[in-house]
Each structure stands twice: as C-alpha cells, then as structure tokens.
T-cell receptor
C-alpha cells in the first residue's frame, strides 16, 4: 500500500508569491490534516479535512487555505508569502482521527 | 503555559540504557500520540493511546488519565533510536480543541 505522498518535496519562493502544496493520502483514508513545523514554533496544526469538508482550522491567517477533493487528495495554498512562512509543511492521513500517517513533507523556503 | 509539556528537552544515553521520556498535558483529551521524527523530517507514529499501556518491540507507552501524564520508555536503547520524540494530544472539547496539539519534542541521542 502506498504511503502518503507530498509534492513537491522542496520549494523556493520569493516574498509576495503564492504557493500550492499537494498531498495524496493512503488509499481509503478520508481524513487529511496539514501541519507546519518551524524551529521556533515546533509543529502546529493548520487544517483538517474529512470527506471534502474542513472540520478544523488552526490559528493561522487567512492567507493559508486548503481544500480536499472527492478522491481525498488535498491541497493547501499560501498566498502573499512572507519570510516567516518558511517551514516544513507536513500532511498526514488517517481513517478518522486515528493513527496519523505522515508524508515526507514539503520544505518551503521564502526568500 | 503550554498545553503539552515534554521532558527532558535533550537526552543523551549510552547504548543499552533504559530511556524514559515524559509528557504532561493540561486539557481533557480523547487520545495521546507518540511520534518519532528522524533527521530529514520524516515522522512516524509510534503509539496512539487513551488509557493504560501499549508495547511495540522495545518501545512501551503508558498513560495516566487522572494525572494527565504519559511516558515513553525505550528498553535496550540503540543508536538507531536517535531521533526527536514528540508527544501530541487531541482534545475533547468541540471545534478547534479537537485538533492535535504538540509538545516541543525530546531530542534523543544514543551513543554506541
């Protein structure tokens, strides 16, 4: 069974640009969560989606958005990038708030 | 005060030693997760527990709901256990409290 796939693995953007990250969950998993990890703040929750519905949103500005498609694949978008958005973005899938299976992450650098 | 506190922040052990990492939390929870993160970023879920004790190989996780405390034990530690261990809790209140809240992690280094 394939694991959680995140693309791209690495991304370099400049301030003011926008970025879209993709996550393909494990087959059969309908829950997808996104997390941001930085050296200063550690791991922080961004969003949780279940069957195309956003169930939860973390304490992030409106520049951070996401969606989930009917095949459970999910995307997150960050608009008007700031230097502080540089981070490792992790996606995790689960059956329904059970054991989380993490992808390898997308490392975003904002210059 | 953070909702999830881990101790110690850093731990260095000799191969073969018994290791304990602690996690305390301040909110009511539906489940507690222990995660392992190796250099490079990949995260692996080790345990999800809501009561009692779980064991997988050399790893043991326990939780005391009344005391709001969990421990992760590693028996017969090995250099390949070197990683960051992260505790995370899922709250029971409605809305955003049901998200996972993470501890700051414990950096474990096991020397040969």
């Amino acid at each position: 069974k394939a694991g959680v796939t995140q693309t791209p693995r690495y991304l370099i953007k400049t301030r003011g640009q926008q970025v879209t990250l993709s996550c393909s969950p494990i087959s059969g998993h309908r829950s997808v969560s996104w997390y941001q990890q930085t050296p200063g703040q550690g791991l922080q929750f961004l969003f949780e989606y279940f069957s195309e519905t956003q169930r939860n949103k973390g304490n992030f500005p409106g520049r951070f958005s996401g969606r989930q498609f009917s095949n459970s694949r999910s995307e997150m978008n960050v608009s008007t990038l700031e230097l502080g958005d540089s981070a490792l973005y992790l996606c995790a899938s689960s059956l329904d708030r059970n054991i989380q299976y993490f992808g390898a992450g997308t490392r975003l650098s904002v210059l | 005060k953070n909702e999830v506190e881990q101790s110690p922040q850093n731990l260095t052990a000799q191969e073969g030693e018994f290791i304990t990492i602690n996690c305390s939390y301040s909110v009511g929870i539906s489940a507690l997760h222990w995660l392992q993160q190796h250099p490079g970023g990949g995260i692996v879920s080790l345990f999800m527990l809501s009561s009692g004790k779980k064991k997988h190989g050399r790893l043991i996780a326990t939780i005391n709901i009344q005391e709001k405390h969990s421990s992760l034990h590693i028996t017969a530690s090995h250099p390949r256990d070197s990683a960051v261990y992260i505790c995370a809790v899922r709250g029971i209140s409605s809305g955003s409290a049901r998200q996972l809240t993470f501890g700051s992690g414990t950096q474990l280094t096991v020397l040969p």
